[in-house]
């Protein structure tokens, strides 16, 4: 007891002796000490805690967790040489890409020196098995087409459009010489792919509406009508038409090949979205192709779908890379701007977007990725797919609208990082077959009948 009661004289002398005396007097001529006090002593343990922790700054003092929108660490998930190529590709995109965006995307251009960068990433082509491509899983292409969103959709575009629907058109439907010959070169990048489905008149019914005709005269092909929305085709040096046999009625592919006259690409100019990606109308005019480069294995729309169900998972990764860009943008924009003498993430009411944005992206990017461990156990089916399209195209464009919200007028502004993200969202909402489209698909699936009337 003796002990007890001389061991805290002892403490509160050694605290009297830390107290300087000239900031006490300061602070005495400022406060009622003695009110100070009584209040102090009749505070529970609770509310002392939260005192002491407001003077000691709060939680101004503690470092801010890391940004991250993989909040279920899916890319744990990855084995080590995949994860390899995602830091490897989401270093490319940070580094090379991330400073040049906004200014090609404002210029309509397309920065052509970053072709051979990206090469070196050995990507291309990243699913196929021989033809010098790498052969890696559908999970690991979906994660990175969601890295290349995150940074700039146009460019995950560039890349979708020439290794997933270009070489995947020649690697599903072409003959064996035709994937020796072409494909090498296009995963080296050397060659750059286009692909040409839509037609001015004809969007979401092209499986049984193609306008565009081909008519065989010996050896060669000629081709007549246009294309409209080809992503790379101003400047593909391959670009896959698909187009009807005037005799047998079927859709059959062509590689056309750049410069053969009567085909005319146009760049389509005056994009809200999408704009550093470069898509054309392409007129066709009596444009001959040999028959060695028609597809030889693509005899009807239904290995044109062929192409379209392999690439459709990877755009459903693209909207979720797009939101995801959104979300980490927007997050790290609360921290940094202040309303009220605090920054802008201490509002309960912006922390609970902030929320809500996470919780879609995380649930986006769960079934994206089941989506693509499917593909990679050859179970993916269409409605599947397509669900996954339905979905994201819509909810991604609900995360861009909440980042929108909480950038407040800044957004507006493209070096915010928002309002890209904005315009891009919608498109990705359009292409590969729309909201309308791909819920007719899962429709059919669930309901046993069509919504076509
Ligand atoms: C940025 C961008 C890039 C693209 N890149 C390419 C490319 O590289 N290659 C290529 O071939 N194509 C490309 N496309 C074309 C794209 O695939 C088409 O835009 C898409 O298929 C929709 O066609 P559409 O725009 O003509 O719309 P439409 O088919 O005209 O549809 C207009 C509206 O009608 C609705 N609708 C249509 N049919 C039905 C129905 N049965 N029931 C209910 N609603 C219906 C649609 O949902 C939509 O709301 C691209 C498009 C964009 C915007």
């Keep these: 007891m003796t002990t007890q ?26 406060i009622d000490i003695v009110e100070a006090f009584n209040s102090l002593s009749k505070m529970n343990n609770a509310e002392l805690y939260q005192l002491m922790k407001l003077l000691k700054g709060g939680d101004k003092n503690k470092p801010l967790p ?19 190529v995602q830091l490897k590709v989401r270093k490319f995109m940070s580094e090379v890409i991330d400073p040049i965006a906004n200014d090609f ?43 290349m969103a995150r940074v700039d959709v146009s460019i995950s575009t560039f890349f979708g459009v020439h290794s997933g629907l270009a070489m995947g058109s020649i690697y599903l439907c072409g003959s064996e010489e035709q994937k020796q010959k072409w494909l090498p070169r296009m995963q080296k990048m050397e060659i750059i792919g286009a692909f040409g489905l839509t037609e001015p008149e004809v969007g979401s019914a092209v499986a ?87 597809l030889q294995n693509a005899n009807s729309f239904k290995d044109t779908a062929k192409v379209l169900r392999m690439t459709r998972a990877g755009v459903a990764w693209q909207a979720v890379g797009c939101a995801r860009g959104a979300y980490e943008h927007a997050l790290a924009y609360t921290h940094e701007r202040h309303q009220f003498g605090k920054s802008i993430s201490s509002f309960q009411l912006v922390q609970d977007l902030l929320v809500e944005m996470l919780s879609n992206l995380t649930a986006a990017e769960t079934m994206v990725f089941r989506l693509s461990q499917l593909q990679d ?77």
């Design 105 to 147: 995307w404002l210029r309509d251009e397309f920065p052509f020196h970053v072709i051979p960068e990206m090469a070196k990433l050995n990507i291309a082509g990243l699913t196929y098995e021989g033809y010098g491509c790498p052969h890696h899983s559908f999970v690991l292409e979906g994660i990175l087409a969601m890295e």
């Design 208 to 294: 049984g509406g193609l306008t565009v005709t081909a008519k065989r005269e010996g050896d060669k092909w000629i081709l007549n009508g246009q294309k409209k929305w080809i992503g790379n085709a101003t400047f593909s040096d391959i670009t896959i038409i698909w187009a009807r046999d005037v005799d047998d009625n079927q859709v059959k592919g062509f590689i056309v090949e750049k410069g053969t006259p009567g085909f005319n690409p146009e760049k389509i100019t005056g994009k809200m979205a999408l704009r550093i990606t470069q898509n054309a109308l392409i007129t066709l005019s009596n444009c001959e192709v040999s028959e060695a480069n028609r």
């Design 377 to 453: 156990a050859d179970l993916l089916t269409d409605e599947q797919c397509s669900l996954a399209k339905v979905c994201w195209s819509l909810r991604s464009t609900d995360i861009v609208s909440i980042a929108m919200e909480l950038l407040g007028g800044n957004s507006l502004i493209i070096d915010y990082n928002n309002a890209i993200f904005v315009g891009d969202a919608e498109s990705i909402y359009y292409y590969d077959g729309n909201k309308a489209i791909n819920s007719i698909i899962v429709s059919r699936a669930m309901l046993g009948k069509s919504g076509i009337a």
């Design 5 to 30: 009661k001389r061991d805290s004289g002892d403490g509160i002398f050694s605290i009297l002796r830390k107290i300087d005396v000239k900031k006490a007097a300061k602070l005495f001529s400022k």
């Design 66 to 84: 890391p940004i991250n929108g993989d909040f279920y660490e899916l890319a744990s998930l990855l084995t080590p040489q995949e994860r390899e």
